[in-house]
């Protein structure tokens, strides 16, 4: 009546870490850390329990105090003191996340300082690049001249100092205009991560208050992915897979496991992002008392490496590399 083979066998408690095919670690975490320049003292996030916008004065202790979690990774956002329709202060060279780079990389030399380069959070208008009026006669992003701006954006990030840079606004052929610019600046060694695949989710909204980079017309779904195409989703980071990406990204995490798992299959080292609104549901349920936190946080960042991430962008990372440090 019962089966030769019994998996229970193997159940055992102390036969699991054996036989454990998934194991998450510090070295996957990467973590983003905001930076205001507008700002004397760090202000929390209301809406991402635990997160903070820091002035960049911070930027050296928010960079050790990562260091000794066993954080060794960092993307950065910045909100900067001026926005205007060209998004001039996101490449200027004394610009809000080009001081954190510089800053970051003096005081913890060792620590991956990747930076995002996308124009919402410096736009006036919140949208990702270059608006103006496309062939149909609407109010648009427009691609092409997006592409310019993000390349002058990649070349003063990488004279910051930035160790990688992570085009994030899904315009096509992104990944070949940054690459062209960066090796034509002296920065070929400098990789692109690229955000190949980003789903345009309703799970950023806490993102867009951290960062204030909501847009104020229209929606981004004319650049960023639908949720419902996986085939599209795939096409997209095969794509910037053959313009050079050197890191193919999914994003977000969590909700899109089959894509992810998908993208995995192309070849490259893939990132994914566990986004704003996946990271707050869980403190808000956590803080609740519906979830325990950490194993919560600590399950959904398995799933999400065992289903081909090789590196996570989370705002768990630093508790996380916390609590992996005490397990050892």
């Known amino acids: 009546m019962f089966p030769e083979r019994r998996l229970r066998r193997l159940r055992k ?3 699991q870490p054996l036989f454990r095919e998934t194991r998450l670690t510090a070295e996957d975490l990467i973590m983003p850390v905001f930076f205001d320049e507008t700002i004397d003292t760090a202000v929390p996030i209301t809406s991402m329990p635990g997160q903070w916008r820091y002035p960049i004065s911070d930027a050296a ?3 050790r105090r ?3 979690a066993g954080v060794r990774a960092v993307i950065l956002f910045g909100i900067p003191a001026e926005k205007d329709a060209a998004a001039h202060s996101a490449y200027t060279e004394n610009g809000v996340v080009q001081q954190a780079v510089t800053a970051i990389k003096s005081a913890c030399p060792e620590m991956v300082v990747i930076t995002d380069v996308c124009a919402c ?4 208008h919140g949208h990702c690049g270059v608006i103006g009026e496309t062939c149909s006669g609407e109010i ?6 997006s592409l310019v701006l993000m390349q002058k954006i990649s070349v003063s990030q990488a004279q910051a100092g930035a160790d990688m840079v992570a085009p994030s606004c899904m315009l096509d052929g992104q990944v070949a205009a940054i690459r062209k610019a960066l090796d034509a600046s002296g920065y070929a060694e400098v990789p692109i991560m690229s955000y190949s695949t980003k789903f345009a989710s309703a799970f950023y909204g806490p993102f867009r208050d951290a960062a ?3 847009y104020s017309f229209g929606d981004r779904t004319t650049y960023q992915m639908g949720p419902a195409n996986a085939r599209e989703a795939f096409t997209e980071s095969e794509m910037d897979a053959a313009e050079g990406a050197d890191i193919l990204m999914v994003k977000p995490a969590g909700m899109y496991l089959d894509v992810l798992a998908a993208v995995q ?9 566990q986004v704003s609104g996946e ?3 869980l403190k808000v349920a956590a803080a609740q008392g519906w979830l325990d936190e950490k194993t919560c946080a600590l399950e959904s960042l398995t799933c999400i490496k065992r289903a081909g991430a090789d590196l996570i962008i989370t705002y768990y990372a630093e508790d996380v590399a916390r609590w992996l440090s005490e397990e050892q």
Do not use: C, Q
């Open 212 to 214: 204030d980079s909501g």
């Open 61 to 63: 202790a928010v960079a």
């Open 121 to 124: 959070e410096y736009t006036d």
């Open 265 to 273: 299959e192309i070849g490259l080292p893939v990132a994914a992002y």
């Open 279 to 281: 990271y707050s549901m």
């Open 13 to 15: 408690r102390n036969l």
């Open 140 to 145: 648009d992003l427009l691609n092409d001249p």
């Open 66 to 68: 990562l260091d000794d």
